[in-house]
């Protein structure tokens, strides 16, 4: 069997090797995708095989990791599974989340966020052979980044260390997305489910190039995401709290369709569409001309409404008891 070091060089992928052990902290197992090998997380079901395992640090996709690594074969292809301390794979984190020009209480705000997720998302051990990991490096969990972290994000971390959000003395689920629009959603219009800590606030997040934005959606992406055929018109059906939009109608002259806002951005892609916050909606010959605010699913705390609360000189114990009521800020033991 070839070696972890012969499976990745032919990957064009470089080990180089360390002999620093990871400090004893919480340890978390990160899929690597995009940057990785694999694209998509292993099918369910999906047969799978450790090739070997490596520790030091990685360069994968021009990106370093630290830790250790775990080299894993499928049936659609090779997974990468980084295996590192707590508080340096919140660090990735925080430097794939947001700037590292932004203002401290931002960066501790988000790191608080990033911890408190991480925490709340471990799985348990899985069974002897089979591959297990916490969270994958995309938006399907957190986009997670390797490489030099700035002293900015590590300062913001490490002055954060342990520290996460409780409801009841329980971890809670901190979502958290890009640009809200004005208005953060209620968690059971987006994941089905309620709450006590993540209800609908009024926000600011100006700042963000995605505030305001429009997009031209050609009729043919649109039917394909949608399943509707023949479409010719697109028109508002109903609101969540929020305002953002929960059902569109779908016509094509011969009936209309009710369709789900979020599964058509999820079908469409987060990028084509950012946000369900559409503020209007006109046909232009081919295409669809959409306009609206926000990006992400505007769930809890709004990441440049954060920053331009820090910006304020809100701290960032006051921008996390803004966006998840109730809470309460505190170590984590199982440390």
């Not at 995009?34 to 799978?48: F, R, S, V």
């Not at 095989?49 to 090779?78: C, F, H, M, P, T």
């Not at 260390?161 to 959603?185: A, V, W």
């Amino acid at each position: 069997m070839k070696t972890v070091v012969h499976i990745l060089c032919s990957f064009l992928v470089v080990l180089l090797w360390s002999n620093a052990a990871c400090a004893a902290d919480q340890m978390v197992r990160v899929l690597l995708l995009n940057n990785g090998i694999a694209t998509k997380p292993p099918q369910k079901g999906e047969e799978l095989e450790q090739l070997g395992s490596a520790k030091g640090d990685v360069l994968l996709g021009g990106l370093r990791y630290s830790g250790a690594l775990e080299i894993w074969r499928g049936k659609n292809g090779l997974y990468v599974i980084n295996e590192l301390p707590l508080e340096e794979y919140v660090k990735g984190v925080v430097a794939g989340e947001v700037g590292k020009s932004w203002d401290a209480d931002a960066l501790k705000a988000q790191a608080v966020v990033a911890r408190t997720y991480t925490v709340a998302q471990r799985k348990p051990e899985g069974g002897t052979g089979k591959m297990r990991y916490d969270l994958t490096s995309t938006v399907l969990d957190q986009v997670y980044k390797g490489g030099d972290i700035p002293e900015s994000i590590a300062s913001a971390v490490e002055r954060t260390r342990g520290e996460i959000l409780t409801y009841d003395g329980k971890p809670i689920i901190s979502f958290y997305h890009s640009t809200s629009g004005g208005m953060t959603e209620d968690a059971a219009e987006v994941f089905g489910k309620s709450y006590p800590y993540l209800r609908p606030v009024e926000t600011n997040p100006e700042l963000s190039p995605f505030y305001i934005w429009q997009k031209q959606i050609p009729i043919r992406e649109l039917e394909k995401a949608s399943g509707v055929k023949g479409l010719n018109d697109i028109s508002v059906e109903s609101l969540t709290v929020s305002g953002r939009v929960r059902h569109l109608a779908f016509t094509n002259g011969k009936q209309s369709v009710r369709v789900v806002a979020k599964d058509l951005r999820k079908n469409l892609g987060w990028d084509r569409l950012p946000s369900t916050f559409i503020t209007g909606i006109l046909r232009d010959g081919d295409v669809f001309v959409m306009e609206g605010r926000g990006y992400g699913h505007g769930v809890g705390m709004c990441q440049y409404s954060a920053l331009q609360m820090a910006k304020e000189g809100k701290t960032y114990r006051e921008i996390l008891s803004y966006f998840y009521s109730g809470t309460t800020l505190q170590q984590y033991e199982n440390r």
